[in-house]
């Protein structure tokens, strides 16, 4: 079962998003166990505070070392192997290959997300991947996080119905985007479905779909 845990300030943002659908099913079938650290446990002093401002100077707070250092050690002793991933729009951008490679890995993994204007950079030496989701800026770590464990759920074995349905999708040869597809009705408002795919011929629909499956650019 592989072991998931995240670092963060808010976790109530995650229990719609992981107990619902294919991330609760998940959980059901012990494919996954998610576990969430609260930051704020490991604040400093009476008010548990886990920010300051910015050394140099600068707008807004960072996240403290200290506190970040401790919820790490904590969850690494739940899950010493565990990979440590921070979420940063400096960091690798995630893609479906890599979604794999971590779903396919033997281990767990601790998501830190950030907030404010981010966090003290002595946190990256207790970090083997910093991962970005895109080249925009989002307020915290948390959406990067559920967007990136669901990415990687839903490739273990036996998460999605038809084991086949992860395989012929999107980027999973790493460029190739699915083809349009269709269900009933054949005719809805004078919109048709292409004949070829109610025709029952498999060669003719395989062909339709190669051509109309589409090259990423990026
Ligand atoms: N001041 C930082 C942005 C901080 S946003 C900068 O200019 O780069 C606050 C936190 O949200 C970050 O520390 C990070 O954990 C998270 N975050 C924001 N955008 C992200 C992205 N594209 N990918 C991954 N994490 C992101």
Not at 124 to 142: A, H, I, K
Not at 162 to 185: N, R, V, W
């Amino acid at each position: 079962m592989k072991k998931i845990q995240v670092i963060t300030l808010f976790p109530e943002m995650f229990e719609g998003v992981l107990n619902t659908s294919m991330m609760w099913k998940a959980q059901q079938q012990k494919a996954v166990e998610f576990s969430m650290v609260n930051l704020r446990d490991f604040g400093i002093g009476p008010r548990q505070q886990v920010d300051d401002t910015p050394y140099g100077g600068g707008d807004g707070m960072l996240l403290k070392p200290e506190p970040l250092f401790a919820a790490v050690a904590k969850a690494k002793e739940a899950d010493p192997t565990a990979k440590v991933l921070l979420m940063t729009p400096r960091g690798q951008r995630w893609k479906q290959s890599l979604a794999k490679t971590y779903a396919d890995a033997d281990q767990g993994y601790i998501f830190i997300c950030g907030r404010y204007e981010g966090y003290d950079e002595r946190i990256v030496s207790l970090v083997d991947e910093q991962v970005s989701v895109g080249d925009y800026v989002l307020t915290g770590g948390e959406l990067p996080a559920m967007t990136i464990i669901d990415s990687i759920v839903r490739l273990l074995p036996g998460v999605l119905g038809g084991e086949m349905s992860a395989e012929i999708e999107s980027f999973s040869d790493g460029e190739t985007l699915e083809f349009p597809q269709y269900t009933k009705p054949s005719d809805f408002n004078g919109m048709k479905v292409p004949d070829v795919l109610l025709s029952g011929n498999h060669a003719e629909i395989a062909k339709w779909r190669a051509a109309n499956s589409l090259k990423a650019d990026k």
